[in-house]
């Protein structure tokens, strides 16, 4: 009896842990709401304060959020009389240029300027964030690649591929060992009894 409580209390702690483990990975997405992959943190334009995050990650040529926060250098406060725009220009090959707004409308949290837009061509791009306001002006530059569509860049197959060894060794640790009943005793007869003959 002791090495079956000590069995199954073993399979509990590491579905638990399997358990936690899918949970945070449920989560993770939600934890980079409008925010993504840090490009830029806390470059000076003026008075302010800019960081720049992409999303998502991989970059694909379809879509791209470019979300931009400002900060006023003296307290870290909100900066709300700004305006950001952002510029996509390609290096090494020829593919148009875009420029646009990015404004809080765009942005899932009000606190960010998003400006979102298709890039259409694979390759490297170069991305211009600049800021203009009342306490000064500056723009910063960073440079990101974007990539086909492919198998591994899809979240929800990475997803199911980390947690299949995950679901294996649960199915194990669950499945009953079958015990052989020993021949000439029937199942139903209560213990010491003999079986039928």
């Known amino acids: 009896m002791r090495r079956y409580m000590e069995r199954h209390g073993t399979r ?5 842990l399997a358990a936690a483990l899918v949970l945070g990975l449920l989560m ?3 934890l980079l709401a409008n925010g993504g992959t840090l490009r830029l943190a806390n470059i000076e334009m003026g008075a302010y304060r800019v960081s720049v995050f992409t999303d998502p990650t991989p970059v694909r040529p379809d879509t791209l959020d470019v979300s931009v926060l400002v900060l006023r250098g003296e307290d870290g406060s909100l900066a709300s009389d700004v305006s950001v725009r952002v510029r996509s220009d390609p290096v090494g090959f020829d593919a ?3 420029e646009l707004a990015a404004t809080r409308e765009a942005a899932d949290d009000p606190r960010y300027h998003a400006a979102k837009f298709a890039l259409e061509t694979p390759g490297t791009w170069r991305i211009t964030v600049a ?10 530059a960073f440079e990101l690649r974007a990539r086909e569509w492919g198998v591994l860049a899809n979240p929800f197959f990475v ?5 299949l060894p995950l679901a294996l060794l649960g199915w194990w640790l669950l499945r009953e060992p079958k015990t052989a009943q020993p021949e000439g005793i ?9 079986g039928a003959d």
């Open 28 to 30: 993770a997405d939600g």
């Open 12 to 16: 509990r702690s590491i579905l638990g």
């Open 186 to 194: 029937s199942p139903d007869a209560p213990r010491g009894a003999p």
């Open 96 to 98: 148009p240029t875009r």
């Open 131 to 140: 800021v203009e306001g009342p306490e000064g002006s500056g723009e910063e």
């Open 159 to 163: 997803i199911f591929i980390s947690l």
